[in-house]
T-cell receptor, first 115, second 113 residues
Framework: DTGVSQDPRHKITKRGQNVTFRCDPI?????LYWYRQTLGQGPEFLTY????????KSRLLSDRFSAERPKGSFSTLEIQRTEQGDSAMYLC?????????????FGPGTRLTVL | AQSVTQPDIHITVSEGASLELRCNYS??????LFWYVQSPGQGLQLLLK??????LVQGIKGFEAEFKRSQSSFNLRKPSVHWSDAAEYFC???????????FGTGTRLLVSP
């Protein structure tokens, strides 16, 4: 068990550029989640996948955001035309199977800074 | 909708002293409750969780938490704090049938020598 990994750990970009983040869940976990954490706040849910199916999206996920999990393993989160308000820590989590007693395990996060 | 309140933004505790971090939740049924810890620049590490049964749950690093339905609370405790416990602590709730975690705004713990 190598844990949830995320890449890159840090990303600095200019306003208007596109960025893509990757998350590799714990192997055999079929649930994958994305959260966003801004300074001084707790993480906020963005979206989650069961295998390759995206089952829920938060209203926070504007049309500039898109997430995929094409083969039910790793996931990518893309932000198009970044804005300064997108600066945040983007956290990925995975869980085994979504049962009632399921537990989400988090990766180290990708810190995005939009200049 | 579920919500979590952590009323203390910062708490300072002397090393070796006891600790209690407060967490109140809002949810119509019995929730699933979690405490996570986040060190600077890091992701979240699960300390403990409550699903059902015994209302006093034990976690890692000597932490425990007690679920009190009558007070809608899930406070985190540790009898003797170590300098390495300095971090941010988040309480989270997940409603029955829901997948997403709803987090509080966190409590930053400072440990003084």
């Amino acid at each position: 068990d190598t844990g949830v990994s995320q890449d890159p750990r840090h990303k600095i970009t200019k306003r208007g550029q596109n960025v893509t983040f990757r998350c590799d869940p714990i192997s055999e976990h079929n649930r994958l989640y994305w959260y966003r954490q801004t300074l001084g706040q707790g993480p906020e849910f963005l979206t989650y996948f069961q295998n390759e199916a995206q089952l829920e999206k938060s209203r926070l996920l504007s049309d500039r955001f898109s997430a995929e999990r094409p083969k039910g393993s790793f996931s990518t989160l893309e932000i198009q035309r970044t804005e300064q308000g997108d600066s945040a820590m983007y956290l990925c989590a995975s869980s085994l199977d979504g049962r009632a007693t399921d537990t989400q395990y988090f990766g180290p996060g990708t810190r995005l800074t939009v200049l | 909708a579920q919500s979590v309140t952590q009323p203390d933004i910062h708490i300072t505790v002397s090393e070796g002293a006891s600790l209690e971090l407060r967490c109140n939740y809002s949810y119509g049924a019995t929730p699933y409750l979690f405490w996570y810890v986040q060190s600077p620049g890091q992701g979240l590490q699960l300390l403990l969780k409550y699903f059902s049964g015994d209302t006093l749950v034990q976690g890692i690093k000597g932490f425990e938490a007690e679920f009190k339905r009558s007070q809608s609370s899930f406070n985190l405790r540790k009898p003797s704090v170590h300098w390495s416990d300095a971090a941010e602590y988040f309480c989270a709730v997940r409603g029955t049938g829901f997948q997403k975690l709803v987090f509080g705004t966190g409590t930053r713990l400072l440990v003084s020598p």
